[in-house]
């Protein structure tokens, strides 16, 4: 028997079937946090280590986290960390100064004794605009002062830094290439030399070797033949640790184009001192005596207690030097930085204290980033860095530690200095390619790190509905398998994700669909 089917308002309804009495389900959007951990938990990660730490600037509160405690090499995002001593100790304002100092009196246009270049830690003398010619600047204030002889020898002085030319942890066979240059307190030129190897007139015939600066090394063994057309390129450039000389060797095709490398400056402060020389003589300053230049752990015995200053460059702001170095990620910069630091932490400690024995300029940076760390609430294990670049393989800092730290300098009257200095995503330095056509794109303002199975990736980003976070991703241990997408590809990802994410109450269970089961 048919089923009387009521009406409504009165129009019939036609019979919908069991499956009317159904409840609708309802499928919600993962949360953030389910999308990074779907995407950590992959199996290509098993052999590998995800540590990351995402916090709210505005609450504090940590959004999410994964081995957030766990030590990761953090490669280049240390520069965070010296970025923060550097800008505590020395503030964002502060000028390196390059002088020219007077071993002797002065009397009549005649010095009676050396005339000293004193290195301070300048690491863009030479590249900076303000400081492009400057030797001939400083010896244009020379000439303008009336001297005229130098009755002594011309001392290059890189003592200020009372630390070796590398950072502990760096790898030797490193130190000859241009992202391991010499930290010296009297650098020039970024301390780097360009290398072109050009093919020689015909088969058999040795390359061409040229070097600019011309004179940069002290001496080339070029042992580089030029080979038949189109045979495979195998040059090979060699400087042993310490030792000034260049060796290059193998072979260039003919007529193929020119070769072109960075290397290490072997000895920056001589390079300097070679420059200055040069442009006394262009501004008519006769020099009597020799170039020497003293390094650490001997010390200048002319430069007398209270030298006078007869000549003077100056760096650009150190917050600018931090953005020219954490864009580009500059090893040469932050080392410096970190050495600037520890030579002010040292002479405000031992003003206060008295002399605390020897102690490298590096240490004594170290010693006042562990000073901020301890003030900041970070514990001493959570952050184990040894010095200012990221190269070394001992450096070890938490997600948390990096993490909280960030909120740190955030709250600080420089943290703008900060966050200006800060690659950004799709924009420039490190991230200018990353991130493109993403929330994250001139969103995300964050450190690259990367070296051989680390990635790492640190910073803030302002999240979908407007929440300024910070953040540390780190992933070690990683070698993508064949047709897996780079560790930079996964990383971004996850900064995606955060600049996306939407923390309003019920976002994470706004419904996507609505539908009936299946039948």
Request: aromatic fraction near 6%; charged fraction near 15%; charge should be neutral.
């Amino acid at each position: 028997m048919a089923l009387a089917i009521p009406s409504i308002a009165g129009q019939a309804v036609s019979n919908p079937g069991p499956a009317a009495s159904t409840p609708l389900r309802i499928t919600t959007a993962p949360s953030l946090g389910e999308q990074i951990d779907s995407l950590i938990a992959q199996p290509r990660f098993a052999g590998a280590d995800w540590g990351i730490a995402v916090i709210s600037l505005s609450t504090g509160r940590t959004l999410y986290s994964h081995h957030a405690d766990q030590l990761f090499q953090p490669a280049s995002t240390t520069k965070l960390f010296t970025a923060a001593v550097a800008l505590s100790e020395l503030g964002p304002d502060y000028r390196i100064p390059t002088r020219v100092l007077a071993g002797g009196e002065v009397r009549n246009g005649r010095l009676d004794g050396p005339l000293i270049l004193y290195g301070m830690g300048d690491p863009t003398l030479g590249v900076d605009a303000a400081t492009l010619h400057w030797a001939d600047q400083l010896a244009g204030q020379l000439a303008a002062q009336g001297l005229k002889h130098v009755q002594g020898d011309l001392i290059a002085d890189a003592t200020y830094f009372a630390s070796p030319m590398m950072g502990s942890g760096w790898e030797a066979t490193d130190l000859q290439s241009w992202f391991a240059v010499p930290t010296s307190a009297l650098s020039v030129g970024e301390n780097q030399v360009e290398v072109t190897v050009a093919p020689g007139i015909g088969a058999g015939a040795p390359a061409v070797l040229r070097l600019d600066p011309a004179d940069a090394m002290t001496a080339v063994t070029n042992d580089v033949l030029t080979s038949a057309q189109r045979t495979r390129n195998d040059v090979n450039l060699y400087r042993a640790p310490g030792d000034g000389t260049l060796y290059a060797f193998g072979n260039i095709a003919a007529k193929s184009p020119a070769q072109n490398y960075k290397l290490a400056l072997p000895d920056p402060a001589q390079f300097a001192g070679r420059q200055l020389q040069e442009a006394l003589a262009r501004h008519g300053i006769q020099l009597d005596g020799k170039l020497a230049t003293v390094h650490w752990p001997r010390r200048d015995a002319f430069l007398p207690n209270a030298p006078r200053t007869l000549a003077e460059v100056l760096s650009p702001p150190v917050g600018e030097i931090l953005a020219r170095g954490l864009k580009r990620s500059q090893n040469l910069y932050l080392q410096n930085l970190l050495l600037l630091a520890g030579v002010k932490a040292q002479a405000d400690t031992e003003q206060r204290e008295g002399s605390m024995g020897f102690i490298t300029s590096e240490r004594w940076g170290i010693r006042a980033l562990h000073q901020m760390l301890e003030q900041i609430g970070i514990a001493p294990g959570a952050s184990l860095i040894e010095e200012g670049a990221g190269l070394s393989r001992r450096n070890l800092a938490t997600p948390n530690a990096i993490a909280r730290l960030l909120v740190f300098l955030a709250s600080q009257p420089y943290g703008p200095a900060l966050v200006q200095a800060l690659p950004i995503a799709g924009v420039d330095g490190t991230l200018q390619w990353r991130m493109r056509n993403t929330p994250a794109e001139n969103n995300v303002r964050a450190k690259t790190g990367s070296m051989s199975f680390v990635h790492c990736l640190a910073g803030y980003v302002t999240s979908g509905d407007g929440e300024r976070l910070a953040f540390a991703i780190m992933l070690n241990n990683y070698d993508p398998p064949n047709g897996a997408p780079s560790a930079t590809k996964d990383i971004d990802q996850i900064a995606e994700l955060l600049a996306g994410s939407r923390s309003t109450p019920g976002a994470a269970s706004t419904p996507v669909a609505a539908t009936h089961p299946a039948h």
